[in-house]
C-alpha cells in the first residue's frame, strides 16, 4: 500500500498559513508528498519555509494561477488537482495549507486505509473536523461550519477536486475547466476514519486575517468586485467575543508548538463581554443560527439540521 500526501497554496507564507506544519503532520504516514506551488508575490516565503522540511518525500511543482480562467474559486480547485494528478498512491491525503493532523490519529488513519485497500467500493474516507477561531483555545461549534469532510480518496482518474476545492466528485470525462459543474458529477462514497483535521484557518492576527479574507474573496468574486468590497472595510478583522465561543482544553498537534508560541494577538480580542460587535454580523453569530446550533449540539448529538453532504456514508 502506497500513500501519497498533497497540497497547493499561493503566497500561504505571507498570509499566515501553517503550510509547513501542515505537511510535517501527515509526513510519517505517506510516502510522497505533492506540493503545487504558486507564482507567488516577491516578499512570500512559502517556497524556501517547504524546502526547509528535511525530507526525500517532498515533491514540488510550480505553477501559475490564473482567476480570469478559473473564476468563482475554481482556480483553488484547480490548483488541487495539479497536485493530485502527479500523485502515484492508491490512497491520496489532501490537506489545505491551513489544516493539520494530530500525531495521534496516524496508526489509526494508516490502519483504516491498510483494511479498505481492497475495498473498491470505497472511494474516500471522511474525517471530522475541529475549526479553530480566533485563538488556539477555542473552537466554533456552529451550524453550516462542516462537521465532516473528505480528506482522503482513490487514485482515481475520474476523482477530481470540486467547486472551490472543499471536496472532491467523481467526474467521468472532465474537462478540468468547469469544476462547479454539478450535471454529470456524482458524490463518492465514503467510509468514516477515527479522526480529526484540526482547522486553523480563522487563527491569525487580526490585521492578516483581514488580508486572507480578502485574497480569498479575490479569487471567489475577482479584484474589482473584491477592491469595491473593501473601500469601507476596517484594515483588521473583528473576531466577535470569544466567550460565547466553546473553549479548547486539549492538546494541539506537537508540529504546531512552535507555531503556537507566536501568538501575540490577544490584546486586539475580545475576552470580556459578550455584546456583539456593531458591524455585520457572521452568520454563527445570528440568533436564528445560535438557536440550531444550540439544538444540534445539546440535542442532535452534533447533528446538522438539513445540513449538506457532499458524500454518500458507506458503513464499512
Known sequence: MKISGFTMAKNA?????????????????????????GDNDADDQSLDRIRSIASEKIKIIRTVWDITRYPNGTENAHQTDLAKEACTGDWLFYLQADEVIHEKYLGTIEKRCRELLDREEVEGLLFRYKHFWGDYNHILLAHGWYPNEIRIIR??????????????????????????????????????????VYHYGWVRPPELMQRKKKSLDT?????????????????????????????????????????????????????????????????????????ISWIEQHILSGNEIGGFKNYRLLKV
Open 155 to 196: 487514485n482515481h482518474k475520474d476523482i477530481h477536486s470540486w467547486e472551490s476545492a472543499q471536496s472532491f466528485r467523481r467526474i467521468p470525462h472532465f474537462d478540468y475547466i468547469h469544476y462547479r459543474q454539478q450535471k454529470n458529477t456524482y458524490k463518492l462514497k465514503v467510509a468514516r476514519v477515527d479522526a480529526e
Open 219 to 291: 479569487i471567489h468574486h475577482g479584484v474589482a468586485n473584491t477592491e469595491a468590497r473593501y473601500k469601507n472595510q476596517r484594515d483588521y478583522f473583528d473576531y466577535g467575543p470569544m466567550k460565547r465561543l466553546h473553549p479548547f482544553t486539549d492538546t494541539h498537534p506537537q508540529v504546531m508548538n512552535a507555531w503556537i508560541q507566536k501568538f501575540n494577538w490577544a490584546d486586539q480580542l475580545n475576552y470580556t463581554s459578550t455584546s456583539l460587535p456593531d458591524r455585520e454580523l457572521f452568520k454563527h453569530e445570528k440568533l436564528k443560527y445560535r438557536v
Open 13 to 37: 507564507d505571507k498570509l499566515y498559513y501553517p503550510i509547513k506544519e501542515s505537511i510535517e503532520s501527515i509526513l510519517p504516514i505517506v510516502d510522497e508528498f505533492i506540493v503545487a506551488i
